[in-house]
């Protein structure tokens, strides 16, 4: 069930930080979404491009929709016509496609580079060397229909704090170094997206100023034990 109080506390909070939050509303059923909706969220990130072309079908069209989880190149068109921010670009490939598949719908869509940053190598991500490889050869500077606005980074489940903290303020460092670097004539990069339910306190704490808040809005998700056939 959605946790309208806990939503509004959050809203106030990252206003107070000068942050913008995402409810994280992935395997969330569209009545408990727009429950969220209705008290006044409009920015909903989802990790699944199925779910989040149908909700986004079926749910108002104020939305502006995040695209948080992986993304494989073959499915970038059924959202390049509505997406309003992707989070998860970890690969030069997958920014080529989004690019070719933005111009096909007149389009430049925003996009948040993800890094690395976590003790877990299961997470995506680019390494911060590997980036900084690509910038170096302007490797995204011919894609016309993208816009880098920013860094996404997820840090380690863990329960130190000390760990999450090392890594998201290690993240706002990088963040600090390329903008200065290699988007100083680029004021659009400027989204540095860190913290979930568990850790966003403590992103919020280092220089957040994008969240995505999940399970704390809408309460625990279950674990699916059919999964849905992809598109
Ligand atoms: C699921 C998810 C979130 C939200 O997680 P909660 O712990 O439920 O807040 C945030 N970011 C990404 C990339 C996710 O996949």
Redesign the pocket.
């Given at each position: 069930m959605a946790n309208i109080s806990v939503l509004q506390d959050i809203t106030k909070l990252a206003k107070e930080k000068n942050a913008v939050l995402?409810a994280?509303s992935?395997t969330k059923p569209v009545e408990e979404i727009r429950k969220v909706y209705d008290a006044g969220q409009r920015a909903f990130?989802e990790?699944k491009v199925q779910e989040l072309v149908q909700k986004y079908e079926e749910l108002p069209k104020d939305i502006e929709w995040h695209m948080?989880?992986n993304l494989q190149t073959n499915k970038v068109k059924y959202i390049a016509p509505f997406i309003h921010l992707i989070?998860?670009v970890d690969s030069l490939k997958l920014a080529i496609e989004i690019n070719k598949q933005a111009a096909k719908n007149g389009r430049v869509i925003d996009v948040l580079l993800e890094i690395h940053i976590a003790a877990e190598t299961n997470k995506s991500g680019f390494s911060e060397e590997e980036l900084i490889d690509h910038l170096d050869i302007k490797a995204f500077d011919s894609l016309k229909n993208i816009r880098i606005v920013g860094l996404?980074g997820?840090a380690t489940n863990t329960k130190s704090q000390v760990l999450i903290k090392n890594e998201f303020s290690g993240l706002k460092s990088f963040f600090d170094e390329i903008r200065e670097t290699y988007f100083k004539q680029n004021p659009g990069f400027r989204i540095l997206s860190m913290g979930?339910?568990?850790d966003?306190l403590i992103a919020l704490e280092e220089g957040s100023n994008m969240i995505?808040?999940?399970?704390?809005?809408?309460g625990?998700?279950e674990i699916k034990k059919n999964p849905t056939i992809p598109i």
């Open positions: 995402v994280i992935k990130g990790n948080v989880g989070h998860s996404m997820m979930m339910s568990g966003y995505r808040v999940g399970s704390a809005i809408f625990e998700r």
